[in-house]
């Protein structure tokens, strides 16, 4: 079992950053993957970001490249997603997930076996 807490969510004005953490507790933190999803209102859940374990792989959606980073400290069981040059249109419900199996289709909903409960990015002047 894993447990996921996602932080650091708000109102930030376009061109703003935000920086999201997501603390996990239960099975050892370095031995799964870590993945980034949002959904916006009317929309589905989409891929943001992933990182491998050992944070050698990383993974981003086309629409967050050179915006966004993902990092881990396993030392503090926290991912992380540094927001950069914030849009209107990454207004959404922010998840972290965890992919205990470390493999499947990294952008796929259904590769990530567990979830937080989200917190809301606003972006908005």
């Known amino acids: 079992q894993v447990q996921l807490v996602e932080s650091g969510g708000g109102l930030v004005l376009p061109g703003g950053s935000l920086r999201l953490s997501c603390t996990a507790s239960?099975?050892?933190?370095?031995?799964?993957?870590m993945g980034w999803f949002r959904r916006a209102p009317g929309k589905e859940r989409e891929f943001v970001a992933r990182?491998?374990?050992?944070?050698?792989?990383?993974y981003y959606a086309d629409s967050v490249k050179g915006r966004f980073t993902i990092s881990r400290e396993n030392v503090k069981n926290t991912v992380y997603l540094q927001m950069n040059s914030l849009k209107p249109e990454d207004t959404a419900e922010y998840y972290c997930?965890?992919?205990?199996?470390?493999?499947?289709?990294?952008?796929?909903?259904?590769?990530?076996?567990?979830w937080g409960q989200g917190t809301q990015v606003t972006v908005s002047s």
């Open positions: 990182i491998s374990r050992n944070a050698i792989r990383l």
């Open positions: 239960g099975r050892a933190f370095s031995s799964y993957a």
């Open positions: 997930a965890a992919d205990v199996g470390n493999s499947g289709t990294y952008y796929a909903p259904v590769t990530y076996d567990y």
